[in-house]
């Protein structure tokens, strides 16, 4: 089975640095992916980590740790537009089978204050 | 560019009434997938579908069939809808040469 964890609420304010954690616990692993989702809205790609260690696009960057089962999403120079929720989700490896649906956290809703 | 296209967008339904959400896609995915999402949750898997012909059951089926006739499209239908089935949901496709999902844009049902 996979389980999934991510905190449920996070306020920063607007200029600043915030990082959403995402832990999992998993069979059969091969990546870990984040999505924003704005309310009322379909979820939106915004990265996806197969290898450990930090990948960096633009404001946002995200982090694997593959032997902690460990992520996170660091959101820098926060605008007011970032306040959405974000969802980590969990990539099976094709030994999990070739549909290789994904398995997401509860999402983590982020509050950007003026 | 269509991508995924779900239709309806919104539908109210009484307990008990029948209805089939529509999900097509354009891309000639292979794999094809149902998704529901209630208020601060996230995506629960209903039903998944490897190819045309084929379906299979997710984490949360009950309540729920599903048909894929053919390759681009993916039917997901209530045969007697609950007020438990209100929500919000979600079809996605993805290539089987690759890992990235295709979401379309949500059908949000409310069941009365």
């Known amino acids: 089975g996979q389980n999934i964890d991510q905190p449920t609420e996070m306020t920063a304010t607007e200029g600043a640095i915030v990082q959403i954690n995402c832990t999992y616990q998993?069979?059969?692993?091969?990546?870990l992916f984040w999505y924003q989702q704005h309310a009322g809205e379909a979820p939106t790609f915004l990265s996806y980590?197969?290898?450990?260690g930090l990948e960096e696009k633009g404001r946002f960057s995200s982090f694997l740790s593959r032997s902690k089962g460990y992520s996170y999403l660091l959101l820098k120079e926060l605008q007011m537009k970032d306040s959405a929720s974000y969802l980590c989700?969990?990539?099976?490896?094709?030994?999990?089978?070739?549909?290789?649906?994904?398995?997401f956290g509860s999402g983590t809703q982020l509050t950007v204050l003026p | 560019n269509a991508g995924v296209t779900q239709t309806p967008k919104f539908r109210v339904l009484k307990t008990g009434q029948s209805m089939t959400l529509l999900c097509a896609q354009d891309m000639n995915h292979e794999y094809m997938y149902w998704y529901r999402q209630d208020p601060g949750m996230g995506l629960r898997l209903i039903h998944y579908s490897v190819g045309e012909g084929t379906t299979a059951k997710g984490e949360v089926p009950d309540g729920y069939n599903v048909s894929r006739l053919k390759k681009q499209n993916f039917l997901l239908g209530l045969e007697s809808a609950a007020p438990s089935q209100t929500s919000v949901y979600f079809c996605?496709?993805?290539?089987?040469?690759?890992?990235?999902?295709?979401f379309g844009s949500g059908t949000r049902l409310t069941v009365v």
């Open positions: 996605a496709s993805r290539s089987g040469q690759g890992y990235g999902y295709t």
């Open positions: 989700a969990v990539f099976p490896s094709f030994s999990s089978g070739s549909a290789r649906q994904l398995t």
């Open positions: 998993t069979s059969g692993f091969n990546g």
């Open positions: 980590n197969v290898l450990d």
